[in-house]
């Protein structure tokens, strides 16, 4: 019933910034909190940040300071803001939810590559 598919991921030098977006169908995200998690070759999956449906955030500390949450309710899409890019932060990243009855939406995740 939701879909969800990022973009915006892409090659970038280490200093340089990126702006991932995950849009949805199938469901209206305003009433729900929306995460973003990443995964590192031969590491476990992270969460990195979290906007709720009321507008709180929340961010890992690795990049408080750097990245930013935000969501454009009238485009159904979410966004992570991503300024002063170390190589720590080469990863695929995801998108996810949870419906109303407990089950879990992921993306199929974008890729960013930071070279130092």
């Known amino acids: 019933q939701v879909q969800l598919v990022e973009s915006g991921g892409g090659l970038v030098s280490a200093g340089g910034s990126l702006r991932l977006s995950c849009s949805a169908s199938?469901?209206?995200?305003?009433?729900?909190?929306m995460n973003w998690f990443r995964q590192a070759p031969g590491k476990r999956r992270e969460l990195v940040a979290q906007i709720t449906s009321g507008g709180r955030t929340y961010y890992r500390d690795s990049v408080k300071g750097r990245f930013t949450i935000s969501r454009d309710n009238a485009k159904n899409t979410v966004y992570l803001q991503m300024n002063s890019l170390k190589p720590e932060d080469t990863a695929t990243y995801y998108c996810?939810?949870?419906?109303?009855?407990?089950?879990?939406?992921w993306g199929q995740g974008t890729q960013v590559t930071v070279s130092s």
């Open positions: 199938g469901r209206t995200l305003s009433n729900y909190d």
């Open positions: 996810a939810t949870r419906g109303p009855f407990g089950e879990d939406y």
